[in-house]
């Protein structure tokens, strides 16, 4: 059937605000549904309360509404624009609540409006537990035996019929919120009441746990001709028990029996089906019984893009959600093109030639106190994907891409060696589970003890196993005696230059320089769909040891954006705003763009953003490969966060061009001693301070700049280590921390201003020039980090004379820095004066906001400044809006009870909001203003 030409317009509901169990997964998801329907000529509206998102850009939908998700603002919506139908399943959960909601309370058929790519029924019959259950078993798919409470009593009557162990799920809720697994009655009550409390019904499913089993997943499309395919199978490492945004996954599924597969292939379609006669998405979750695989039971099926959908698009080069919307506006699957071929159509399944592996990134350093064990509720906050033509291959670039100071898997010397630790960790999974699995092997525990232990299939554990006997055939030689098959097979497991020089007893260079006389280079395969079988047009590629290299370099002029790799706090979705910004501004340029990044929830990870995308590790060999292979004007750093800051020194060193702000101006920003050097240069207030580079020198210091003292390390993000301390010991005690965590890092002690105003300003300098964008003011006292305060555009309360002092002040840094293109500088205002915190020479978190706020394409500019195309003058700035935009933090403390929720110098919100205003008697801005501020003084 083709398109449904009674459809011309078509509003997108988005997700909100990122927090855990539905992060920036969905901005990819949302921007690409949103391109596929403008290219069908229809009108795309789209709602979403996030400023940090491409899909709330200009570029991406027809009409944006940066809105509450609420059914207010949807009937706002309604009311100005004429809308044919809804597609609600861009939006995770967020997106299906809202759109049930509104059709609850009548206002999609009293406005005329569709929902399109689900029904309501479909949601009702997935998110609702009992529903989904009866479902299951009239259709004769296999559930654990369960119950559904809606009462405390209900529960307990359940928990007596089935006995334990136990699994307890709310209904309506993502991330797995509230789920827990409850091993005994002693631990039941409790975890009733979380599930009672979190469900928005007060309805939990209590089902006989089925953990051990292992998990599976598979991602379907199905179009109104009922056509269905998989896109691709996905393997849980680790059982059922641990939820699957927090376990390792494996693309395609590597453990399953063909005959299994199969049946599973079946129950899948046969689960979509019974839900309802619709066009779009669906996610099946599947539990297999371990010694008898044809046992499948189905845990869930979710009819929408999942997180997972993100994963399975990136992994196989198949765009699900693009294809999806369109299915959701009439088309059928073998009327549309493969996007990757451009010569086969959208009806058929991927086939992979290779391997791709998803490890979480955990952020429990930032919640002291947390339980870091992992379970049934998500508690990660980003992920990464690696490619290889193997396992192994892929999850040692995997390793290498998580920024946690890992080189690989293992050969790094980090392992643990104490049995009893190495044991109760594998009992009591948490971030480091895939390390301790190889350490567990290498101390010589038994795959018999450690799969009892863990559950995870004995096929990974002798790929890992078989990493390790090849260390130590390594370690036999040194890099004189090595044989190139050696280093090759090494090269051809994932091993990084790193690894093999600890292995080896030298230095990463040398280990770079011998590969390279051995004749050993890393080639680029395409990322195809169709395993080779026909040709690809689209230039997607991940790296291998191997002869034929498929990345053809051209002769072009072009340019590389590094990317800000696995989404964490303090370095979150908006760096991947505005790097996507800075390759589309390059490709306006006259620039070939070429992408690096390792985040599969992106939107700078689509095939379809940069002339080349390289899915590869963040990580120095694998760009300094890419950049040897393409040869580029030079590389843009500022755009990706501290990930893509911190290869500058590296590229500096190898004469490799930094576009835009030179690394000696980089690094006197970075290093907290040099930059306060230059405030005393210019004459600029700023606290006192002092360098320490170990605790005695650092009680030396303090007594001269007088406690209390903001400790500051260099080169971190999102404020990680800083603390304010009180008196000598908590110095001591941090600085031996910090150190420890951080080796020969400089240190910079603050005397900390107390009561001061925050502030901070973003500009654009050409050199000559400085242009700034915005000064905002936080609602919050300097102490709590920028990321966590609530914050006001522009100012609200600052005197003529103090934003005078901050517009000097940032022009005076920005020229003395000699920045080309961006700039953020923070300030502490105190008694009318204002003091300099720190300045970063780089897209800030908070750019997305401004350019929102604003409306304008400040990234476009300064892209085009660093490239040196441009100077400030060439633009015609648009007058500032009236009003004020509220930044809105939004946390994810639910998922970590009973941990310490008081905000400081180190960051700890997940994600934002924005809230447009039009003056200070706004009753939100005014409930906002005193909650704070009565918060504070308590």
Request: aromatic fraction near 8%; proline fraction near 5%; include cysteine.
């Amino acid at each position: 059937m083709p398109k449904d030409n009674s459809i011309k317009s078509v509003l997108i509901i988005g997700s909100g605000p990122i927090i855990i169990g539905q992060a920036c997964e969905f901005d990819y998801s949302g921007s690409q549904a949103a391109r596929s329907l403008k290219e069908e000529g229809i009108e795309v509206s789209l709602i979403n309360s996030n400023p940090a998102t491409i899909m709330t850009d200009k570029v991406t939908a027809d009409h944006i509404y940066l809105l509450p998700l609420t059914p207010e603002s949807i009937a706002k919506i309604l009311n100005e624009r004429k809308i044919d139908a809804v597609l609600p399943t861009m939006g995770g959960q967020t997106g299906l609540n809202l759109c049930k909601k509104c059709h609850e309370t009548g206002l999609w058929e009293k406005n005329g409006v569709r929902i399109i790519g689900v029904d309501i029924d479909a949601i009702d019959r997935t998110e609702n537990r009992e529903k989904f259950r009866k479902l299951m078993i009239d259709i004769g798919v296999e559930v654990p035996p369960s119950g559904t409470a809606t009462s405390f009593l209900e529960g307990k009557e359940i928990a007596q019929a089935l006995g334990f162990p136990l699994v307890i799920r709310p209904s309506y809720t993502l991330g797995g919120s509230g789920g827990s697994f409850v091993p005994v009655k002693e631990e039941f009550d409790g975890a009733l009441n979380r599930g009672m409390h979190i469900s928005p019904i007060h309805e939990v499913l209590i089902e006989k746990s089925v953990a051990g089993w292992k998990e599976f997943e598979l991602e379907l499309l199905r179009d109104s001709n009922d056509n269905v395919i998989i896109i691709c199978s996905i393997e849980n490492l680790d059982p059922m028990g641990i939820h699957t945004g927090d376990s390792v996954t494996i693309a395609p599924a590597l453990t399953l029996a063909d005959t299994a597969y199969q049946k599973m292939r079946d129950l899948a379609i046969k689960m979509m089906r019974s839900l309802g006669k619709f066009a779009g998405g669906c996610n099946v979750q599947f539990a297999v019984n371990p010694e008898n695989d044809r046992q499948i039971i189905a845990i869930e099926i979710n009819p929408r893009v999942s997180r997972s959908s993100a994963l399975a698009s990136k992994a196989t080069g198949y765009p699900i959600a693009k294809i999806a919307a369109k299915l959701a506006i009439g088309y059928n699957l073998d009327e549309l093109q493969n996007q990757i071929t451009k010569s086969t159509s959208a009806f058929f399944e991927p086939t992979l030639d290779y391997v791709v592996v998803k490890i979480p990134r955990w952020n429990f350093d930032k919640f002291i106190g947390s339980d870091r064990s992992l379970g049934l509720q998500m508690k990660s906050v980003g992920e990464v994907m690696a490619i290889g033509r193997s396992f192994q291959e892929a999850i040692q670039k995997a390793c290498q891409s998580l920024e946690i100071k890992r080189n690989g898997l293992g050969a790094d010397g980090r392992e643990l060696t104490n049995q009893e630790p190495l044991i109760a960790s594998l009992e009591h999974p948490s971030w480091n589970r895939i390390f301790h699995i190889y350490d567990a092997i290498k101390l010589g525990l038994s795959f018999k003890t450690i799969h009892r232990i863990t559950g995870i299939d004995n096929w990974f554990l002798r790929q890992i196993e078989d990493l390790i006997m090849l260390e130590k055939e390594i370690e036999k030689h040194d890099i004189n005696t090595i044989p190139a098959e050696l280093m090759m097979e090494a090269k051809q497991k994932g091993y990084a230059d790193r690894q093999l020089g600890h292995l080896l007893r030298c230095f990463e260079s040398e280990v770079y320089k011998k590969r390279s006389e051995m004749g050993i280079k890393r080639v680029y395969k395409l990322v195809d769909t169709c395993a080779a079988e026909f040709p690809a047009k689209t230039p997607y590629y991940y790296s291998t040891f191997e002869n034929e290299n498929e990345s053809i370099s051209s002769g072009k002029k072009k340019v590389v954006v590094l990317g800000s790799g696995p989404n964490r706090i303090g370095q979150g979705i908006e760096f991947d705003y505005c790097c996507v910004h800075g390759v589309l501004a390059a490709r306006e340029a006259g620039y070939e763009t070429i992408m690096i990044n390792c985040n599969p929830e992106t939107v700078s990870t689509d095939f379809d953003i940069a002339d080349k995308l390289y899915f590869e590790p963040v990580f120095w060999e694998h760009v300094y490969d890419i950049i040897q292979h393409e040869k580029p004007e030079g590389i843009i750093v500022q755009l990706g966060g501290q990930t893509a800051l911190k290869l500058a020194e590296k590229l500096n060193r190898y004469n490799i061009k930094i576009i835009g702000t030179s690394f000696d101006s980089i690094d006197i920003a970075e290093d907290r001693g040099r930059f306060s050097e230059l405030l005393r240069d210019l004459n600029i207030p700023y606290p006192p301070f002092a360098v320490c580079e170990d605790a005695d020198h650092a009680a030396e210091v303090s007594r001269n700049l007088k406690f209390p003292l903001l400790v500051r390390p260099s080169y971190v993000l999102g404020g990680q280590s800083m603390k304010i301390v009180i008196n000598e010991q908590e110095l001591e005690q941090h600085v031996v921390k910090l150190l420890k965590d951080i080796p020969g890092n400089r240190i910079l002690l603050d005397h900390f201003l107390e009561h001061a105003i925050e502030a901070e300003a973003d500009a654009i300098c050409d050199g000559e020039d400085v242009y700034i964008m915005g000064i905002m003011e936080h609602i919050e006292p300097a102490g709590i980090h920028s990321g966590d305060s609530y914050a006001v555009l522009p100012t609200f309360d600052l005197s003529e004379d103090v934003i005078r002092q901050i517009e000097e002040h940032t022009r005076r840094i920005a020229l003395a820095l000699q920045v080309i293109g961006l700039i953020n500088i923070q300030f502490a205002v105190k008694d009318g004066k204002v003091f300099v915190i720190e300045a970063n020479p780089r897209a800030s978190r908070t750019m997305p906001f401004i350019c929102k706020a604003y409306d304008e394409p400040y990234l476009n500019y300064a892209t085009k400044i660093m490239l040196g195309k441009n100077k400030l003058k060439d633009f015609r700035f648009s007058p500032k809006k009236k009003g004020y935009a509220l930044k809105i933090p939004v946390f994810s403390f639910d998922k970590f009870p009973g941990v310490n929720k008081e905000l400081g110098p180190e960051m700890k919100s997940t994600g934002e909001a924005i809230y447009f205003i039009d003056d200070l008697k706004d009753e939100f801005f005014v409930n906002v203003y005193s909650e704070r501020n009565l918060y504070l003084s308590r």
